[in-house]
């Protein structure tokens, strides 16, 4: 989709506005490209009314359930992190409650 041009300058109709837009709003949600390409290939072969067809609501469930797993490891890298500034110890915690201060370790 090549958009017209005005000399230099580029002139975009209705449906390159929205698929501009709708690129723009899938990389803020972090989908890689090579999967927004996808998913555009797949809208132009079927409709471009705007409905979502079961290839993409795949992709975007799929990318969804990936998001998800992320923020449960950085909500356990955050609860792991406040634990170690609560106890001012570079020992992950369940090493530093295995390991108290007061007793020698063998390594």
Known sequence: ???????????YR????VRLRLIK???SFDVPIARIRELLKDQ???SLDGDMNAF?????SKHLTELQT???QIQNHIQELTAMLDKATFQ?????ESNPKNVESSE
């Not at 209705?14 to 506005?17: A, K, Q």
């Not at 993409?56 to 975007?60: K, V």
């Open 25 to 27: 709003q899938l990389r």
């Open 1 to 11: 989709m090549e958009p017209r041009r005005h000399g230099r300058m580029r002139i």
């Open 70 to 72: 992320r923020q449960a």
């Open 56 to 60: 993409a609501r795949e992709l975007l």
């Open 14 to 17: 209705t449906p390159e506005l």
């Open 44 to 46: 132009e072969t079927s």
């Open 92 to 96: 992950p915690p369940d090493i530093a």
